[in-house]
Each structure stands twice: as C-alpha cells, then as structure tokens.
C-alpha cells in the first residue's frame, strides 16, 4: 500500500493587486511593495506555479502539502485572488495549507485575511481541537500543520510557534504513533536552528527541536529559504528527514533555484515506513517541469 504526497511552498502569487500598497495603510506593507515592483516581480513567474500545479495535478497525490507564502504583502485583495487560485488547484480536502511570514506580513483582521483560507488550514473534527495545530487523517497518513506566521517588524521574516503549539504537539505526536500513521509535520519556517539567518528564523526552532526528538515524527516538510534543503534529526526511534523546497514560482534567474516540488511515496517495509521522494523542477530551456531527482529519505 503506498501513500503519495506532494510538496510545495511559497508561491508568492503576483502581479500585486492595483493599490494594494496603499490601500489598508502600513509602512512595511508599502516597503514591500516597493520591493516587489523593483526586485521581486523579476524573480517569482505565475506561469511557472500555474505549470508546477499542472504538473501536481497530473501526478495526482492523494494529499497536497502546501507549506505557506501564497500572497507577498497580506493586502485584502491578495487573500481573495489566492482563495480562487486555490480552489482552482484543488478541493480543501486535498490541499493542506500552513501560513508563511508573508501570509501575516503585516497584522490583518482574519476576516479580511486568513479566514479566506481557513477551508485549507482546517482539520478533521475528531482529530483537531484548535486552529494550530491542526490534524487531517487521509488513510494511514496524518498531517500535522503548524502555525509559525506572525507580523513582523519592518526588517525581519522570523517565525514563532508559541507554548501553546509547543504544548500540544507531543501529544498530537504519541497519539498518532500509537495509533500507527505516518505522522508528517508542516511548518513554514525551518523547524531547526540554525537553518536560516537570525532575521527570517524560527525563534523558538530549540523548543520545536527537542519536541521532535523526544517524541519523533516520520516527515517534516517546510518552505521559506527558497532552495532544497534535506537535514536529519535523530528521533526516539530513528532518523527524521526534515525536507525543504524551493519556492512554487522562481524563475531561478540568478543565485536563486528554479521552482520545484517533490512527490513523495511512503510504504511500510518489514514494520518500518520508508520514503522514497522524486523531486520535479522547472527547465527554462524546455519551459516545463521536468524529472530532477530520486532517492530514498533516511529513517
């Protein structure tokens, strides 16, 4: 029996809605917009997210892992115009969605905001009982989404869990390993320290740290750094691969790598899960996604 997840982050959806900069004032809003219309408009392409969904689409996983950083500014009519381009992905059922620092950019009343997403960051009502983090059981595979989006001062991109996130993790955890699903846990941020500069960090990455290794999980998946990352914590009962993936829309003009997402196929193998990941990116020359990569994740 094998379980197939996808894996993709920061989409960044552009072009920036008309007045959006000015509309529902804030100066790092402005700032950012600012930065999107000298820089970054040149860096994430919608036609190439619009061809990496195709391209998930067609390999049809039973479940979509979307791991933040759908809008830039959190303008009112960023959510709006992401909502559709989510529906027009996938039903909410099958895409699991966690906030990204630009999801909360600046603060946003959720109503005006995230509750446009909230169908996709909602989990199943025997398993969930809060917002963050939440559960969704799909066969023998559970999806454990975190929320370490919150605004930020002018100059930084940091993440924070919380204690309340950081209390009711481990019992998420020991609950779904007696239960034996394969527990895979979302999050925007890098969940260890060390993995990006102090201004765009996870700030309580120690606390996550020490939560995984005491309890374990099988995956972890994150986005933000804009660039493949594997790393390995040790778990109470093995390896666990912490997987990063380049943003959904980069053109990879520059230092920057071009877009991809991974497929991941998950199989029990003498009592033990094993991974395999393929990884699929964006080719400028062919202007398509092509096959990158293949290999098993440790455990």
């Given at each position: 029996m094998t379980l197939t997840l996808a894996h993709l982050s920061d989409v960044h959806?552009?072009?920036?809605?008309?007045?959006?900069?000015?509309?529902?004032?804030?100066?790092?809003?402005?700032?950012?917009?600012?930065?999107?219309?000298?820089?970054?408009?040149?860096?994430?392409?919608?036609?190439?997210?619009?061809?990496?969904?195709?391209?998930?689409?067609?390999?049809?996983?039973?479940?979509?892992?979307?791991?933040?950083?759908?809008?830039?500014?959190?303008?009112?009519?960023?959510?709006?115009r992401a909502l559709r381009w989510l529906q027009f992905f996938g039903d909410p059922t099958w895409i699991s969605f966690v906030p990204g620092n630009h999801d909360a950019y600046v603060p946003v009343p959720w109503e005006n905001g995230l509750a446009h997403l909230g169908p996709y960051m909602t989990g199943d009502p025997a398993a969930t009982t809060s917002m963050f983090p939440y559960v969704r059981l799909r066969r023998n595979l559970a999806m454990i989404g975190l929320n370490s989006a919150i605004p930020q001062p002018l100059t930084k991109?940091?993440?924070?869990?919380?204690?309340?996130?950081?209390?009711?993790?481990?019992?998420?955890l020991r609950d779904l390993k007696a239960k034996g699903y394969y527990r895979t846990v979302m999050i925007h941020h890098p969940p260890l320290p060390g993995l990006a500069p102090t201004r765009k960090a996870l700030n309580d990455?120690?606390?996550?740290?020490?939560?995984?290794?005491?309890?374990?999980?099988?995956?972890?998946?994150?986005?933000?750094?804009?660039?493949?990352?594997?790393?390995?914590?040790?778990?109470?009962?093995?390896?666990?691969?912490?997987?990063?993936?380049?943003?959904?829309?980069?053109?990879g003009a520059g230092r920057y790598e071009p877009a991809a997402w991974n497929l991941y196929e998950i199989n029990r193998h003498q009592g033990s899960w094993r991974t395999q990941?393929?990884?699929?990116?964006?080719d400028s020359e062919s202007q398509r996604m092509v096959s990158r990569s293949q290999f098993m994740l440790p455990s």
């Amino acid at each position: 029996m094998t379980l197939t997840l996808a894996h993709l982050s920061d989409v960044h959806l552009g072009p920036l809605p008309q007045g959006s900069a000015w509309d529902n004032f804030a100066l790092k809003r402005l700032v950012g917009a600012l930065s999107w219309n000298l820089n970054r408009h040149k860096l994430h392409d919608p036609t190439i997210s619009s061809a990496l969904v195709e391209d998930i689409k067609r390999a049809a996983p039973e479940h979509v892992a979307f791991t933040g950083d759908i809008v830039n500014i959190s303008a009112y009519a960023e959510f709006k115009r992401a909502l559709r381009w989510l529906q027009f992905f996938g039903d909410p059922t099958w895409i699991s969605f966690v906030p990204g620092n630009h999801d909360a950019y600046v603060p946003v009343p959720w109503e005006n905001g995230l509750a446009h997403l909230g169908p996709y960051m909602t989990g199943d009502p025997a398993a969930t009982t809060s917002m963050f983090p939440y559960v969704r059981l799909r066969r023998n595979l559970a999806m454990i989404g975190l929320n370490s989006a919150i605004p930020q001062p002018l100059t930084k991109a940091a993440g924070t869990l919380g204690p309340r996130q950081l209390e009711m993790l481990p019992r998420l955890l020991r609950d779904l390993k007696a239960k034996g699903y394969y527990r895979t846990v979302m999050i925007h941020h890098p969940p260890l320290p060390g993995l990006a500069p102090t201004r765009k960090a996870l700030n309580d990455a120690t606390l996550l740290r020490d939560v995984l290794a005491r309890e374990g999980a099988e995956l972890v998946l994150h986005g933000h750094n804009h660039r493949h990352m594997l790393n390995v914590l040790e778990g109470p009962d093995g390896k666990i691969p912490v997987v990063g993936v380049p943003s959904a829309s980069m053109s990879g003009a520059g230092r920057y790598e071009p877009a991809a997402w991974n497929l991941y196929e998950i199989n029990r193998h003498q009592g033990s899960w094993r991974t395999q990941v393929s990884i699929r990116g964006w080719d400028s020359e062919s202007q398509r996604m092509v096959s990158r990569s293949q290999f098993m994740l440790p455990s």
